[in-house]
């Protein structure tokens, strides 16, 4: 049987302008950041469920599960998974098929691989100091080898100011801030009523578009799924 989906495509999602803007598409790396305890939160539960119902053979890594796992849509709940691990489950195929879509939801969850780290009460071999969290969450993501699309989510608590870079109202080490290195297509999301989302490109890969701001259309899903 023919793969679903032509590299060259993008990735559906449940929201039109989200699919244009996020250009979920072959190789790409893409952030997305919302505010906690948002319906937005949840974009990546909802991406990787709308893809999968669209035949898209797609591996979530989440700790909320959807209500209802459609054919094509392995859920993985390990708190904390190395990119190894990622990279190895992304291998796999999904009901006969290739996985085509990996999403990580609350990104941070990544853990560094073990052989990086130095054992309790050990110095770091390298003779410098232990990294920061923010260095390991880095270079976890850039050790993820998959040539699919990976869509990694993260959270916010004070609402997202689309006015500004996002370095100017949250700390250079917050998750959200790491993605901007980690992902070179990276939204930060703003609700703006009751079916409708501002976005801002963060960073993208055509320069000139960083820091441009969108209205999406953002109906609400059914919350059982």
Do not use: F
Request: with cysteine.
């Amino acid at each position: 049987m023919e793969d679903h989906l032509d590299s060259t495509d993008d990735i559906p999602t449940p929201w039109p302008g989200l699919t244009e803007l996020a250009e979920i598409s072959h190789r790409r790396k893409i952030g997305v950041v919302a505010q906690r305890g948002s319906r937005e939160a949840r974009v990546g539960r909802d991406v990787a469920v709308h893809a999968a119902r669209a035949g898209i053979p797609t591996l979530l890594y989440t700790g909320y599960p959807p209500h209802k796992i459609p054919e094509y849509l392995v859920v993985d709940e390990t708190p904390r998974p190395t990119a190894s691990q990622v990279t190895a489950a992304a291998q796999r195929r999904i009901d006969g098929q290739p996985t085509q879509l990996v999403v990580i939801e609350r990104y941070e969850r990544l853990a560094p691989e073990p052989a990086a780290l130095p054992a309790p009460g050990e110095e770091d071999p390298g003779g410098g100091e232990r990294p920061s969290r923010a260095d390991e969450l880095l270079w976890a993501v850039r050790d993820i080898r998959i040539t699919i699309p990976l869509l990694l989510t993260t959270v916010v608590t004070p609402p997202p100011d689309l006015s500004r870079r996002m370095g100017t109202w949250l700390d250079i080490d917050h998750p959200a801030m790491v993605m901007t290195d980690a992902c070179p297509h990276t939204l930060v999301l703003s609700r703006t009523g009751p079916e409708t989302v501002a976005a801002r490109l963060e960073v993208d890969v055509y320069e000139y578009r960083t820091g441009n701001q969108y209205v999406l259309q953002w109906a609400p899903l059914d919350l059982r799924r």
